[in-house]
Every structure is written in structure tokens, then in C-alpha cells.
Antibody, heavy 120, light 111 residues
Framework: EVQLVESGGGLVQPGGSLRLSCEVS????????MAWLRQAPGKGLEWVAN????????YYVNSVKGRFTISRDNAKNSLYVQMNSLRAEDTAVYYCARERKEFSWYFDLWGRGTLVTVSS | QSVLTQPPSVSGAPGQRVTISCSGSTSNIGAGYEVHWYQQLPGTAPKLLIYGNNNRPSGVPDRFSGSKSGTSASLAITGLQAEDEADYYC???????????FGGGTTLTVL
């Protein structure tokens, strides 16, 4: 069974840090690009970052560049995002997703998400 | 403000056909990038519904179909069912932003 399970969310103060993890099973993790997306409360979806199969290429939405770092450990079938200098506007449910490069990039498998709340 | 524009809401009676539009620009849909659609049922994660403009993943009923023309795309749902009540999002790639972009989402209500 294919599963993507996020963890690490919680309440953090503005300026703080948090590391999210996504454990994957049911497919060959190392052969796929992976991504983080987020959804602020009551709002739409936003792509945050993605990472190449071997971790050599990484891309970020402008609003998180320099603050977030995406990484992966193919030996552990796990995806991560280190989030620093968090702001109130980073409050969202963060989803881990498998990204497909065919047909101009899309996300065919999603986790259930983990909630990050940035508040004092 | 989302890069792709969708109507905030649409509605239809059971059995009817509804369409959801997704308007983009020459840097995304109009540049030839494919459009994808996601369904998000209340309280759940998004699920891929249509990829590559008009392809359905395994398990998605053929009541759902997609199309694209110029700088816009549409999702059509025929034979509307109560279980189709959800939020629907379109997504494409934007070459001026160098990132995937989404529409603001459309809430479908089955009357």
C-alpha cells in the first residue's frame, strides 16, 4: 500500500524553527521527485519546494527562499523540510507529495498533512 | 491572489452536468503547459483527479473530464452525485515564476 506520512508539525513562535518529515512506503522513493505543498487555513494550495530524485537539485517558492531547506534520505525513504525564521504567514497544513515530471509537473500522491501554527 | 483564476463556487442538482473554469495566461496555460485538477473532500488531503489536461488516474470515474484551450482549461463533471461535493483546484506550471501554480479553488455544492 502506498503511504506518505508527514510528522513534525506543531505550534512555534514567530522567528522559530521546525523540521517536518515525510516517511514514504509502497513505491521506490529514490526514483521520484518529491515536493512539499501547503494550505493556509481556509485558503488554497501552494507549492513550496521540490527536490530531485538524488537530492542534487532543489527549488523553492520565492516566499520561503533562504528560510526553508528541503532534503531527502533515500536510504530511509524520507523527505524533510527544515523551516527557519518562521512567520505567521507560514501557518498552514503542510503536505508531502510525489511529483511527476511528465505532462508539465503534477502531484499524483499526497500525504494527509501536518499542521504548522506560527503564533506567539 | 492566485495565478490561475477559478470561480469561487459552482452548484448543480444530482444528475446534472457542471463545469469549472480555470483561466491562466501566456506564461502558464497559454505557454503550452498542461493543466491538472485535484479534488479535496472536506477535511482530507487533495487527490489527483485529472492530469495532462484530460487524463484520469486509475479509479477516477469517467464522469470527470478535462479540456484545455488557449489560456484556459475546464473540468466537467457529469451525472453529479452528492459525493462530488468538494473543493476543486486546477494546477499548471508557470515559466515566469519557475514554479507550479494553482487556482484559488472552486467549491462544488450538490443541491
Amino acid at each position: 500500500e502506498v503511504q506518505l506520512v508527514e510528522s513534525g508539525g506543531g505550534l512555534v513562535q514567530p522567528g522559530g524553527s521546525l523540521r517536518l518529515s515525510c516517511e514514504v512506503s509502497g513505491f521506490t522513493f529514490s526514483t521520484y521527485w518529491m515536493a512539499w505543498l501547503r494550505q493556509a487555513p481556509g485558503k488554497g494550495l501552494e507549492w513550496v519546494a521540490n527536490i530531485k530524485r538524488d537530492g542534487t537539485d532543489k527549488y523553492y517558492v520565492n516566499s520561503v527562499k533562504g528560510r526553508f531547506t528541503i532534503s531527502r534520505d533515500n536510504a530511509k525513504n524520507s523527505l524533510y523540510v527544515q523551516m527557519n525564521s518562521l512567520r505567521a504567514e507560514d501557518t498552514a497544513v503542510y503536505y508531502c507529495a510525489r511529483e511527476r515530471k511528465e505532462f508539465s509537473w503534477y502531484f499524483d500522491l499526497w500525504g494527509r498533512g501536518t499542521l504548522v501554527t506560527v503564533s506567539s | 491572489q492566485s495565478v490561475l483564476t477559478q470561480p469561487p463556487s459552482v452548484s448543480g442538482a444530482p444528475g446534472q452536468r457542471v463545469t469549472i473554469s480555470c483561466s491562466g495566461s501566456t506564461s502558464n496555460i497559454g505557454a503550452g503547459y498542461e493543466v491538472h485538477w485535484y479534488q479535496q473532500l472536506p477535511g482530507t488531503a487533495p487527490k489527483l483527479l485529472i492530469y495532462g489536461n484530460n487524463n484520469r488516474p486509475s479509479g477516477v470515474p469517467d464522469r470527470f473530464s478535462g479540456s484545455k484551450s488557449g489560456t484556459s482549461a475546464s473540468l466537467a463533471i457529469t451525472g453529479l452525485q452528492a459525493e462530488d461535493e468538494a473543493d476543486y483546484y486546477c494546477q499548471s506550471y508557470d515559466n515566469s515564476l519557475s514554479s507550479s501554480v494553482f487556482g484559488g479553488g472552486t467549491t462544488l455544492t450538490v443541491l
